[in-house]
């Protein structure tokens, strides 16, 4: 196949690239609502704080934050394969 414009990865306007990057953020949020609504929107409001360094401590749980991470890992390191295998039929 030939790679054109629409196709291309490295395009900065690709949609599925401008996804890519936004996907830890929507997942952050993701996890940040659903614990918000586990201990009550008040309480966790009380315990988000800001500092220098750390940013915004409190809007997500360590323990889901570190699974969600290594989700996020190993679904990106997928990618690569995938495309190798579609550029090189033969490292099937």
Partial sequence: TVINVESDPFNLTNPFRILRFLLPFALVAAL????ALTVGLE??????????GLNFRGVVDASALLGALLGYVVTSAV?????LAETLP???
């Fill in 79 to 83: 990618l690569p394969l995938r495309g």
């Fill in 32 to 35: 940040g609502l659903q614990h």
């Fill in 43 to 52: 309480e966790w409001w009380q315990n988000v704080t800001w500092q220098p």
């Fill in 90 to 92: 033969e490292a099937r």
